[in-house]
């Protein structure tokens, strides 16, 4: 099953899949980014936004936020969470806005679906673009060359239909511009379980590469990624938070 059509099959099940993420923690987090390096609008936007629920908490954070997302069923699921926020089917690579914007945020390593690195920089360019004067790009990323293949994580959610356990693990086969997302479903009903095996392929790049891109738009702040605490990247770990403020 590819990539895109098990999350558009499987749309009633992401927010299962992302059960144990702490969407608040990670919102309040880039609010307080937004205050520390932001010019202290609230024109808010959050590119592959699933089904919303970030959205849903710069709303309650007095955030005017919008969505947008390449995966309809995903956006009608965002629009029930957040009647009051527009969502649009866009493609985070090459997007346009009517309103210049304040924050601009990016979760959970999507930045990687941008899949090759021409189309990162077109994403890149084309944040830039719709960001206001001072205006914030937020996201999270994972540096090629820390990338442990042989490492994964997983959680269980039970659901009307069943037991569901969720797998996923980052796979790198050491040089180019390539790295893979590998996805598994597993649904069990009355004894009988049912398998999805999936694989993402996802934009391969290191922190150093990363920064280059960004630095011609943007003044970049790369912190670790832990969304209780602001402390600036260790030059170490694997993975990181980047504020980028446009320039």
């Known amino acids: 099953m590819s990539g895109n059509a098990l999350y558009t099959d499987l749309s009633g099940y992401y927010d299962l899949m992302c059960a144990d993420i702490d969407y608040q923690a990670q919102s309040h987090c880039i609010h307080r980014l937004q205050q520390l390096f932001g010019n202290g609008g609230k024109r ?140 598994r479903i597993e649904r069990s009903v009355d004894g009988q379980t049912e398998v999805w095996d999936d694989e993402h392929p996802m934009v391969a790049v290191s922190f150093v590469e990363l920064q280059a891109l960004l630095e011609p738009y943007f003044e970049v702040q790369v912190l670790e990624h832990d969304y209780q605490r602001l402390m600036p990247w260790d030059n170490a770990s694997g993975n990181a938070l980047f504020a980028c403020i446009k320039r």
């Not at 021409?118 to 790009?137: M, N, P, W």
């Open 44 to 183: 808010h936007l959050d590119l592959a936004c699933g089904t919303g629920p970030h959205v849903r908490h710069f709303l309650d954070a007095g955030y005017a936020s919008t969505g947008l997302d390449i995966n309809q069923p995903m956006l009608d699921r965002a629009a029930l969470r957040c009647p009051e926020a527009r969502f649009d089917l866009q493609d985070m690579c090459g997007f346009s806005v009517e309103t210049p914007l304040d924050l601009i945020t990016c979760f959970l390593y999507s930045i990687h679906y941008s899949a090759s690195i021409e189309r990162l920089k077109a994403c890149i360019a084309s944040v830039h673009g719709a960001l206001a004067s001072g205006g914030v790009f937020c996201f999270n990323a994972v540096d090629k060359q820390r990338i442990d293949n042989t490492s994964f994580v997983s959680h269980s959610a039970r659901y009307a239909e069943g037991q569901f356990r969720f797998s996923s693990a980052w796979y790198y086969r050491g040089e180019g511009e390539q790295q893979a997302l590998r996805l």
